[in-house]
């Protein structure tokens, strides 16, 4: 499994910003995939995930309301559609996919088997 994440940048406050993560290497039926991101200094903590079946989202209290994860089966594509961006969403995005069988504790990065490499997504105020 590779995941390719791209679409970081530079922001201002209040604005939006659209990541991909391209997955390859296998069907991704059964499958969790996930957005985390990693401040300077903290650790890495989970922004919110997607049922490859079904496409249900899961997301954290900090970003529910202004991000939003969807999928492109057709293109085994997730996609992170992040609108008010705040200072403090300023990190590193990564995605990741849980292989199936998956579990409950889809916040959890130890739940997920393979990483992409991250992008910088920086907003100024």
């Known amino acids: 499994v590779q995941l390719q994440a791209s679409g970081g940048g530079l922001v201002q406050s209040g604005g939006s910003l659209m990541l991909s993560c391209a997955a390859s290497g296998r069907t991704f039926s059964g499958y969790v995939m996930g957005w985390f991101r990693q401040a300077p200094g903290k650790e890495r903590e989970w922004v919110g995930s997607?049922?490859?079946?079904?496409?249900?989202?899961y997301y954290a209290d900090s970003v529910k309301g202004r991000f939003t994860i969807s999928r492109d089966l057709a293109k085994a594509t997730v996609t992170l559609q992040m609108n008010s961006l705040k200072p403090e969403d300023t990190a590193v995005y990564y995605c990741a996919a849980d292989a199936p069988p998956t579990n409950i504790y889809y916040f959890n990065t130890g739940s997920y088997e393979y990483w992409g490499q991250g992008t910088q997504v920086t907003v100024s105020s």
């Open positions: 997607i049922r490859w079946t079904g496409g249900r989202t």
